[in-house]
């Protein structure tokens, strides 16, 4: 089965309008004939900005979060209606250093990832172990977790979009080997086969992120299961470019 590979960057709480608008304006041609989809997530107050800048470009804007409910008592928090009306396509989930740093859970990954769904946005779903886990043998337990919560009650798997992010090479410099990225990614595919159907499974799009750069990019996509990254450091700069144009 072909699956449409998906470069997707993370901002993360990083540029300003004006640093993000140059570096689109100066990514757009680079990236003009990728043969994959290409997509930037950026900071949330960012997003009218960098949609205009994008605009007549192959380079979709996505969010780093979104809200589960429609609206109401929530201060801070942003909902899948108000990013759609910016035209937001993608919407990470889970991430990482927002279930370190704020709280969030396997549940809360859910609520968030069905009401994306609900308004037509798809989710990036964040998913990956500690060093800690790692090094406990307890990788695909916690992964197999992750999504079983994570993705319950999802009726079109094929509309998520999932992220294999060791947490333990994220921002570190890192990167887990092609073997070890295909190793996981390869276990996330047959779980979602069991928790949904193997089919599906096969269409399923599984990036991997984790220091992921123009070096080691073409390792990674040339494994089976690899369809994609998810890149934060190396988006913020026109290394992306290199790194959607992995193939070329
Ligand atoms: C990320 O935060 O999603 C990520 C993969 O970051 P980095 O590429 O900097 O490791």
Sequence with gaps: MSRKPFIAGNWKMNMTAASGAKLIAELAPLVKDADCDVALCVPAILIPEMTKAAKGTNIAIGAENVHWADKGAFTGEI????????????AIIGHSERRQYFGETDEGVNKRTLA??????????????????????????VIARQL???????????????AYEPVWAIGT?????????????????KKIGELFCPMCAQSVIIQYGGSMNAANCKGLMAQPD?????????????DFAQIVNYNK
Aim: glycine share 12%.
């Design 116 to 141: 994306a769904l609900k308004n037509g946005i798809t989710p990036i779903v964040c998913v990956g172990e500690t060093l800690e886990e790692r090094e406990n043998g307890l990788t695909e337990k």
């Design 226 to 238: 690899i369809d994609g990254g998810l890149i934060g450091g190396a988006s913020l700069k026109l």
């Design 79 to 90: 909902s899948a209606e108000m990013l759609k009306e910016y035209g937001v396509k993608y």
């Design 148 to 162: 079983e919560f994570g993705l319950k009650d999802v009726d079109d798997i094929k509309k998520v979009v999932i």
């Design 173 to 189: 410099g890192k990167t887990a080997t092609d073997e070890q990225a295909q190793e996981t990614i390869a276990f996330i595919r």
